[in-house]
């Protein structure tokens, strides 16, 4: 099939196979790289260090290191933590969103708009904060939300 579908092809493709097993031959399985191999690859391309873009996420250091060695999941929010660590924009948030194999920000809830209008305009994570805050939204890793 091909690698381009968009998602609404593929579920049309899935609903007309005659079988789950014969989607699943002709589709083959998605792969994606582990999120440690591929943070560590973006740090690369960026020619950052670990340790800036722990601090500028606001990730606590030694559980920012496990991430990238690959011994620790992140949750949602630590993904866009990452994110705003690594100064990706929206659309490459929701690439490591991917790639975490968890939920991508969605523009109808009003917190994940304000994050992707914060990513997308290039606000740094405080900045981000402190408009959820005045939005009356939950902050990023405060516990209200994941």
Known sequence: MNEKATTQELWGKLFTMRSVEEYLDKTGESRFPLFSEYITALCDAKGENEESVIKRGNIESSYG????????????DTVIQLAFGLELDSAGAQQLLKVARVTALHPRVKRDAVIAYCLYHHKDFMETQELLYKNNLPTIGGGRSE
């Open 65 to 76: 290191h496990r991430l990238f060695k690959g011994t620790r999941n992140p949750s949602r």
